[in-house]
Each structure stands twice: as structure tokens, then as C-alpha cells.
């Protein structure tokens, strides 16, 4: 899968990047703002985003994924570190496969890539 990782925290972006690529899955760039991850996903049209709810600039993860889906359709997984339940209320708005609290363990995140990579491998079969 193509995949845009959006994370502001250059470690977590790191992480994430590297868990993807040896599940080998295609991390075409990383944005660490919402209005760069609307211009990526815009752009390049990946069928997956790790979307980290909050973001380097005034746009959030929620409010660019809406974004976004007003151009297509991706698959998002949602990451975020907050645990106020009105985020969680405002991802539940959109449409998305997962959201992950942070600290996650990588073996979490493994494991959630594994299986979009074969829930994706079954939908592109069909």
C-alpha cells in the first residue's frame, strides 16, 4: 500500500515509517501538518494515512482527514496521544479503520499493519 504518514514528532514519524517499510508497505512522504498532509493526500493519492490527531499547525488530524475525504477515499488510522473523549466523539464523525492511543507498543502497530495490509491484498483480489 501507498502510505502518507502524518506526525509532527520527528521520532514517533520515524517509528512509524520504519514499521510500515518492513511490513512492505510504500511510505510515499511524511507531513507534520494538516495543511501538508492535505496537499500530499491530495497529490498522491495514498490508500493509507497514519493520522496523528494533533498537528504543528492549526489544522488538526480530524479536520484534515475531513478534509480529505471530501477529494477520496483513504483508509485512515488515527494515533493520538490525547485521551479527551470529545476527540474521540469527532473521529467518530468520519470515517476511519482504527484509532490507536498513544504510547502504543510497536507490536500494536504491527499488528494493525499486518492486517490492513491483508484486508487491502483481499479487496484488491475481489
Known amino acids: ?4 504518514v502524518v506526525e509532527d514528532d520527528p521520532v514517533q514519524s520515524y ?3 520504519k514499521i510500515l517499510t518492513s511490513e512492505g508497505h ?10 501538508t498532509a492535505i496537499e500530499m493526500a491530495s497529490k498522491y493519492k ?14 488538526d488530524g480530524i479536520q484534515a482527514a475531513v478534509s480529505i ?5 483513504p483508509t485512515i488510522l488515527y ?3 490525547n485521551k479527551d473523549s470529545e476527540l474521540l466523539q469527532r473521529a467518530n464523525k468520519t470515517s476511519y479503520y482504527k484509532y490507536l492511543r498513544k504510547p502504543f507498543y ?3 502497530l504491527r499488528e494493525v ?6 484486508d487491502y491484498s483481499n479487496l484488491k483480489s475481489k
Open 79 to 81: 494515533l493520538s496521544g
Open 15 to 17: 517509528l512509524i515509517d
Open 26 to 35: 510504500n511510505v510515499i512522504g511524511t507531513a507534520h501538518s494538516g495543511k
Open 1 to 4: 500500500m501507498k502510505v502518507l
Open 113 to 118: 499493519f499486518k492486517k490492513l495490509k491483508l
Open 106 to 108: 510497536v507490536s500494536e
Open 46 to 59: 495514498p490508500e493509507l494515512i497514519t493520522m496523528d490527531i494533533m498537528l504543528s499547525d492549526d489544522i
Open 69 to 73: 475525504q471530501k477529494i477520496y477515499k
